[in-house]
């Protein structure tokens, strides 16, 4: 699955495949963003942590990741 984080004041968006379903990552932005000081904590497939202050979070965007293509196509 992929996540997209927007960051406040940065203009690139923090990208990762995650192991977890939806609804673990719509668990751990809701308890980050519930504290004042709170971490948002997310493991890519390949075991990488990113960590973002809570209240830096602008958005974060969850959904399948695309099915990668081999070969060539006629369209």
Known sequence: MEV???VL???REIVLDSP???EEVEQLVAAALKSVDGQLV???D???KVIVPANLVA???IAQSDVRRVGFSAT
């Open 59 to 61: 958005y974060v965007d």
């Open 4 to 6: 997209k984080v927007g």
């Open 20 to 22: 977890q379903t939806p």
């Open 9 to 11: 004041h940065t203009a």
């Open 42 to 44: 997310l493991t890519d």
């Open 46 to 48: 390949r075991g990488r």
